[in-house]
């Protein structure tokens, strides 16, 4: 399928407009002073930093951006890799939880970009071989998550991903109808994790394809009509990482005029407020799916998985 033009016209004005966002709000995002890797709340600014660097290596592995917005995206990483301590607080939470995958998921997108930390990768690879990290209980897209990233880092892993990806939500092709809202969630990371972010749209396997293809409207449908711009952007990222992607303009053009002149893309229908860190805090996350839709959209446009 041929990705229309209005699509990239919006894809390119979505993903260079929030990755100056995210470049210009980043010090919003840095961790407080002190923090070390027993934080007590991981959620509140160490997983934020890790979905930024994820946004900066995809736009950086993509390539698709201009050379002013990859010197950001480089800029960005940066900035990430020098508030975990140049990959020592990824170690050092590593070596004292050894069952948590988070050090593992938030060193993959640094290894991608050419940032190295040998102290965490032996680590990493020891932890590998680990009957007990193997037989942790995670949900199936979560466990696809670290498979991925394994692959990424370049550890053995020995997941069968086509197998795991059988064991999700979304592998037993459900009624389509039959979905909410978290696992519409779950739903879109299976398909991120199969195709690395859209790098191997074939990581999906065909019938599964098939089924996210024909039912990917009417759930795009359903979100947009409640305002969930949020999921409504992730599932821009699915549309555009299938083998034949689905990117409809309507959908790329409602995310694009949503998104404000200094590029925030609000996370749902509630008003935005001014308070410049509580508008970091609320709409963060809906900024970096926005740059990597739009990446992705971008590269499968130019004929690129």
């Avoid at 696809?144 to 795991?164: I, K, Q, T």
């Amino acid at each position: 399928m041929t990705i229309p033009r209005a699509v990239t016209e919006a894809a390119r004005s979505m993903a260079d407009r929030a990755l100056s966002w995210l470049h210009a709000n980043r010090e919003f995002g840095a961790l407080p002073p002190g923090t070390t890797e027993t934080m007590a709340d991981p959620d509140s600014v160490y997983k934020p930093l890790g979905e930024t660097t994820l946004a900066a290596s995809l736009i950086l592995r993509d390539n698709v951006a201009g050379p002013g917005r990859l010197a950001a995206a480089q800029s960005l990483i940066d900035f990430t890799w020098e508030q975990f301590r140049h990959g020592d607080m990824l170690y050092e939470r590593q070596l004292r939880h050894t069952l948590m995958t988070d050090p593992l998921e938030m060193y993959a997108p640094f290894v991608r970009c050419g940032y190295h930390h040998e102290g965490l990768h032996t680590l990493l690879t020891h932890r590998a071989r680990l009957r007990s990290a193997g037989g942790v209980e995670m949900l199936p897209n979560r466990r696809l998550a670290a498979a991925n990233a394994a692959r990424v880092v370049g550890l053995p892993h020995g997941e069968d991903m086509a197998a795991l990806a059988g064991t999700t939500w979304l592998g037993a092709t459900p009624e389509p109808w039959a979905i909410n809202w978290i696992t519409a969630y779950a739903m879109t990371h299976t398909v991120f994790h199969l195709t690395d972010w859209g790098a191997d749209p074939a990581g999906l396997p065909p019938r599964l394809a098939e089924y996210v293809r024909s039912w990917l409207p009417v759930w795009i449908d359903v979100w947009r009509e409640v305002g969930q711009w949020d999921l409504v952007t992730e599932l821009l990222i699915v549309g555009a990482s299938l083998p034949d992607p689905y990117c409809a303009p309507e959908d790329w053009e409602a995310v694009a005029a949503l998104q404000q002149e200094d590029g925030l893309v609000p996370r749902d229908s509630d008003p935005v407020t001014g308070d410049p860190q509580q508008r970091f805090t609320d709409h963060q996350h809906t900024v970096v799916v926005a740059a990597v839709a739009g990446s992705v959209a971008l590269v499968r446009a130019a004929g690129r998985p």
